[in-house]
Every structure is written in C-alpha cells, then in structure tokens.
C-alpha cells in the first residue's frame, strides 16, 4: 500500500518563481548592470550570450533573435524558398513548425511521427519528397533528438536541407553509428530554439536563435533578422525586424550556466516518474531512444484504455496541474487542413492528440511534491 500524503496546494508545471530565487544575486545584479549601461538594443550582453551558446552547444554560429518562431521564419527565409516549394512537417507539433512555412507561401506536407518517441516516422520521409521538396524540419518533440542519422541520409540523398526545430531540446546530445556526438540543432544546414519562459534555457519574456555550421548562411540569417541590411540603412534583401533584448541575453547568460544541472533535475523527475509508473499498464512512459539523451521539457505521457480528460479532471480536483501537448494534429487545425494530406498517413499524430498528458516536470520538483502526484496518479 501507498500512503498518500495529505491534499497538496500550488503544484505547477514549472516552477519559474523557485527557480529565479535559486539564482536571485545573480540575475539581479546582471539585470541591474544592463539598466545603469541603458544599452538595451545591441547591447554587448548579445554577443557575448551568442558566443556562450556556440561554445556550450558546438554550432559553429549562433544568431540571436527575437522568439522562436521567428528563429524559423529566418531560417526559411535563409534557405531562399520560393512560394510553392513544399517542406516537411510533422503533424504532431507546436503550430509554429507549420504556420511559417505557411506563412511565406511554402506547402506544408506533413509527416506522421512515431507512437513511441512521438518523433518524426523517418520511414514516411521518403514517400513525401517530389521535385517541389525543398526542406524538412525536424522537431525535437519533448526534449529528445529525432532519428537523425536516418534523417540526414534520406535528407542527403534527395538534396533537401534540414531546419532542426530545438525549441523543446536544447542541450540533447545525438549519438551517430560513427562514434561521433552532436547537440540538438547543429545537425541540420539550420537549427533554431526558444527561449520562451517554460523552454529548458528560458528567459524572462521572449527569445530565440538559430544555429548554423556555414559561414554565408550565418551572414545571410544575420541580414534578414536585421532588416536585409549588411551596412545601416542600405537594404540588400527583404528581412524583418528580430532582435535578442539586452535584457534577456544577460539573464539568458546566466541561466545558461546552469542549463547542464537543468537537464539533470528534469532528467531525475522523469526517472522518478518512470520507475514509479513503469508497472502500471495504464500509463505508457515516454520511450528513450537510445541514441539521444533526453532533456524532459516535457514529460509525456500516452494512457492506455483510460480517458485521458477524466484523468486531468481528477488530477485537477486534486491540485495537480497537467497538460495536453497538443490537442488537435496540425493538418486538422482550421488553418492548415486545407492543404493536401493524407489522413491514413497520420493516425499516430491523430491518436497521440487523444492519449497523450504531460505531467509537471521542472528543476526545482520536491521529491515530496511528486510522490503526492505519483500516488494520486496510482489511485486514480
Ligand atoms: C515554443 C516552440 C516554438 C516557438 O517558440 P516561441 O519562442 O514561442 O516563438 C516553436 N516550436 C516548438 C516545437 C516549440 O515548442
């Protein structure tokens, strides 16, 4: 028997306020240090944050911008697309994946993903690629890499580039058959992340970057975040506006520090989860694949001849927050199902929106916080 603990107020899905205590002297004397300088756009704070960032995840450039839909609108951009071009999306994703490619006149095709990993189905890949085929765009969903050794050869083979979307996965590390390692995100010809507040490296309003490994890109996705200009006021291509502030690069540098300790706290709420859950066969655990280390944004599960809703009514009664990462697949989002697809392709996206719950999982989790959450979930 499991001895419940009593009823338990203020459990969130993250914990921004006890995280920022943990680290208060710091981000305030940083944030202080940025208000007495008053250079709150372009600040030197930007570069030296985008300089951490390539040396803690390997890119050989990291070009900060404005929030992580823009990361991939830029990236896009970059690649030179033109209207009518088609790129692959999974249909199990944030809708920012799908609405940029959308939004510059591209198609989306999606793609299914895989009811274990909930990552991209490399298998389907190939089936979707045409003349049209111009990228695809990976998602880290949840915090772990997609198969992107598969990915790179399929991609490798029909010449189409890879924009990694690492908004969930940042600080994941894929392991190729070669022996060699990578980060999420500098695998591709372009990655981007966020740094919206709940992501694993977050800030305290919005933020986003890209990656890339080639040097012209690099210069090309700095001109189009900054208007298309190499000089001021002399425009060499249409770009937008898509700055880092001062601000959040100087708290992002601080935070960054920490980002390895992140990962290992959310890494032994997930394992806590896992052993606790593992034997009840209502509750599918996220399956690792063994060749990326998992970051846990998120930890997901899939319910198993349970109602999902009637479980988060439960846990809700009982002051436990949880989520539903996502809800509706994209190509059935009224925005989106009027591009091509084909529904067969995508059941596992379609069922995943009925079966998945992710439960609180952040860095400052009490051991005592989530035994109340466990024992609540066993006795639902
Ligand atoms: C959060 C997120 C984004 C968008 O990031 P913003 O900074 O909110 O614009 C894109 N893709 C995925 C998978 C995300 O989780």
């Known amino acids: 028997m499991i001895k419940l603990p009593g009823a338990m107020n203020n459990i969130q899905m993250v914990d921004l306020d006890g995280q920022y205590r943990s680290i208060q002297p710091q981000i305030d004397q940083a944030i ?6 008053g250079r709150f756009i372009k600040g030197e704070e930007v570069g030296l944050f985008e300089q951490e960032l390539a040396e803690y995840t390997g890119a050989k450039h990291v070009i900060a911008c404005a929030n992580g839909t823009d990361a991939l609108q830029i990236a896009l951009m970059a690649l030179q697309l033109q209207p009518g071009d088609e790129v692959i999306v999974p249909a199990f994703t944030y809708v920012a994946t799908g609405e940029v490619i959308a939004l510059l006149g591209l198609v989306p095709v999606f793609v299914d993903v895989n009811p274990d990993t909930f990552n991209i189905e490399i298998s389907q890949v190939e089936q979707l690629i045409n003349s049209r085929t111009k990228a695809i765009i990976p998602v880290h969903l949840y915090g772990q890499c997609c198969d992107m050794e598969g990915l790179l050869a399929v991609a490798d083979k029909f010449g189409i580039h890879v924009v990694e979307d690492t908004a969930q996965g940042i600080g994941a590390l894929y392991s190729f058959n070669n022996g060699s390692s990578k980060q999420a995100g500098t695998m591709g010809t372009i990655g981007t ?4 507040p709940s992501k694993n490296l977050g800030c305290y309003g919005d933020g986003g970057a890209l990656f890339t490994n080639d040097d012209d890109l690099a210069l090309r996705i700095r001109m189009i975040g900054n208007h298309g200009q190499a000089r001021q006021y002399y425009h060499e291509i249409v770009g937008v506006n898509s700055r880092l502030d001062t601000l959040q690069a100087a708290i992002l540098r601080i935070k960054l520090r920490h980002l390895n300790e992140y990962s290992k706290a959310r890494n032994l709420v997930a394992e806590r989860y896992d052993a606790a859950l593992v034997n ?11 060749k990326s280390t998992h970051v846990f944004n998120q930890y997901t599960l899939r319910v ?9 009514e439960y846990l809700k009664e009982n002051n436990i927050p949880s989520m539903v990462y996502y809800p509706l697949p994209l190509h059935q989002q009224n925005a989106y199902n009027r591009y091509n697809h084909n529904d067969q392709l995508l059941q596992n996206s379609i069922f995943l929106c009925k079966e998945v719950i992710s439960l609180p999982i952040h860095t400052e989790m009490k051991a005592k916080t989530q035994e109340y959450i466990i024992g609540k979930i066993l006795a639902f």
């Open 280 to 290: 009840d066969e209502r509750y599918n655990n996220p399956a690792r694949d063994p």
């Open 193 to 196: 992340t966020s740094f919206f």
């Open 32 to 37: 202080a240090k940025v208000l007495q300088e």
């Open 304 to 312: 198993n001849g349970i109602n999902r809703d009637q479980l988060r």
